[in-house]
């Protein structure tokens, strides 16, 4: 018997970094990853969210067994906080008197401190300071670090939130950076429309500036044998719950393994192993969410979502338009673009939620009215 099937604590991990057995078969992608930041190239990973992006480099960087610096610009406010925020992360991987006579070489030495609170460190530069010279200084300070030492992997996440940072980011960026030869960046982005702005416009900085690589859903087949793995010896329908699971979350790999750790827990309780009755739970858990979510919706993309709720139609028909009173393409496009921006659905054979629960949810409103 498979050892998988001997696990007796749930084997499913949703919302956060998946690592080790619970990593889902991504070999192919894995490959080409580690392949492409083992040499002089950088990588650039578009997929909507929830897609495993993160995990995938993660797992990819602990195999080359380098040291990584990480960075989520959703989380950064200014260019100069970029270049704080950045500098305590190459702290927390790299020991200050080990890198110290780097920092002694910046325009303009930051003040350190340690923060007897949160036993982090303060990191502060005096009034007056230019934002470029503090963010080229962090970002030389990785490179010398990286002549001397092995080569460290710089990621950046939601990459495509550069721009609202500040409008010259992306240009002063690229100047930094150009001539770098000791680090690797990876580049991970959500929003594929920006993200491609980005990088595959010639008028754009960051033109080719890494290989790109678009993460498309966990297959079929890779995604059955894991979930089959796991449920086997736990259960005797392993393969039919595999494939209800697969039925109803599309292989989106965030939902489709919420919805395994639900059905788990569901027979861990003595219950059937119910899909339906799974499906029921996560919806009731998140119900204020997705009510919070509908209201802030016009009625445009109100009646959009609604016909994404119907099987095998295309919203941008004319037929589906006149069933749910929208007036021209052009307005129901706009509000796909939207949507899509937002993040609430997602395009691949064609237009789709990224959220079966939310889905769900809007046709059981839709059933109680």
Known sequence: ???????????????????????????????????????????????????????????????????????????????????????????????????????????????????????????????????????????????????????????????QEIVNIDKNLDKQLRSIIQYHKSVNYIFIGSYEGMMRDIFEKKKSPFYHFGHLLTLKKISYNDFYTFLNDRFKGFHKESELIAKQILSFSHCHPYYTQQLAWQVWNIIEHGSDAEIQKAVKNLIEMHDNDYERIWNSFGQTDRKILIGLTRKNISVLDKSTLELFGLSATSTAFSSLKRLLRQGYIIREKGYEFDDPFFREWIISMRELC
Request: hydrophobic letters at 40%; proline letters at 4%.
């Open 1 to 159: 018997m498979n050892t998988l099937s001997k696990i007796k604590s749930n084997p499913f991990r949703f919302g956060t970094v998946v690592e080790g057995t619970f990593f889902t078969n991504r070999e192919n992608e894995l490959q080409m990853v580690i392949d492409i930041i083992s040499g002089e190239n950088h990588l650039v990973l578009i997929s909507p969210r929830r897609f495993g992006k993160t995990s995938l480099v993660n797992k990819a960087i602990q195999q080359t067994k380098r040291p990584y610096i990480a960075i989520d610009l959703q989380s950064i406010t200014s260019v100069l906080d970029f270049s704080i925020q950045l500098l305590r992360k190459v702290l927390k991987q790299y020991p200050y008197e080990r890198i110290k006579h780097f920092i002694k070489r910046f325009k303009i030495i930051p003040t350190l401190s340690l923060n007897p609170q949160t036993n982090s460190i303060d990191i502060s530069f005096q009034s007056g300071t230019e934002s470029l010279d503090a963010l080229s200084d962090v970002f030389q300070l990785i490179e010398n670090i990286g002549e001397k030492g092995i080569k460290p992997i710089v990621f950046f996440d939601e990459f």
